[in-house]
């Protein structure tokens, strides 16, 4: 069973400043990664499938990268609605989070 | 719109058994595999199980097999979760699940409904 590890476990960021989070599987998953956005009280959204695609209506400030063993999710440049926890996934498996708080 | 709305969470004794619904609306159910995942107060997201279009196969975590069983009916636009032998450790937000066309991905999320097992 594949396991993905995020980090860091939570990333104190000020509006307007650039976010890097990195989700690592235990072994290559080719670009088979997605990510999602998930606020307090609210269900999960999917913000990026395939490890770069943005799913629909999501923000160009949302990009995804990555292959094989290694991924990362950035936010260009942060506004104060990005503040959330962010989960990657692939397949039936969920990374643990990223808590993303503001500084 | 494209929506899911859950239903039936409630709190239950420990051993005990519940059914919860998913509602689908805006989108043809029958061309997608479902699934339900669930989130423990204050933890991360766990995958519970999914079924194909027709409902032919299911699949299941492990800590649920035998306890838990997902079913469908197209017709009516609904996805179930049959939940017995309920355990604390089972006390969770239970969300309904669209998996995107040709992936493993989830593209649609319910709200979610709240399943609070007491022991």
């Known amino acids: 069973e594949i396991v993905l590890t995020q980090s860091p476990a939570t990333l104190s960021l000020a509006p307007g400043e650039r976010a890097t989070l990195s989700c690592r599987a235990s072994q290559s998953i080719s670009t088979y990664l997605a990510w999602y956005q998930q606020k307090p009280g609210q269900a999960p959204r999917l913000l990026i499938y395939a490890a770069s695609n943005r799913a629909t209506g999501i923000p160009a400030r949302f990009s995804g990268s990555g292959s094989g063993t290694d991924f990362t999710l950035t936010i260009s440049s942060l506004e104060p609605e990005d503040f959330a926890i962010y989960y990657c996934?692939?397949?039936?498996?969920f990374g643990q989070g990223t808590r993303l708080e503001i500084k | 719109e494209v929506q899911l709305v859950e239903s039936g969470g409630a709190l239950v004794q420990s051993g005990g058994s519940l059914r919860l619904s998913c509602a689908a609306s805006?989108?043809?159910?029958?061309?997608?595999?479902m699934s339900w995942v669930r989130q423990a107060p204050g933890k991360g997201l766990e995958w519970v199980a999914n079924i194909k279009q027709d409902g032919s196969d299911k699949y299941y975590v492990g800590s649920v097999k035998g306890r838990f069983t997902i079913s469908r009916d197209n017709a009516k636009n609904s996805l179930y979760l049959q939940m017995s032998s309920l355990r604390a450790e089972d006390t969770a937000v239970y969300y309904c699940?669209?998996?995107?066309?040709?992936?493993?991905?989830?593209?649609?999320w319910g709200r979610g409904t709240m399943v609070t097992v007491s022991s």
């Open positions: 805006g989108f043809t159910l029958s061309i997608h595999w």
């Open positions: 996934q692939q397949r039936k498996t």
């Open positions: 699940a669209r998996e995107k066309l040709g992936s493993d991905d989830f593209d649609i």
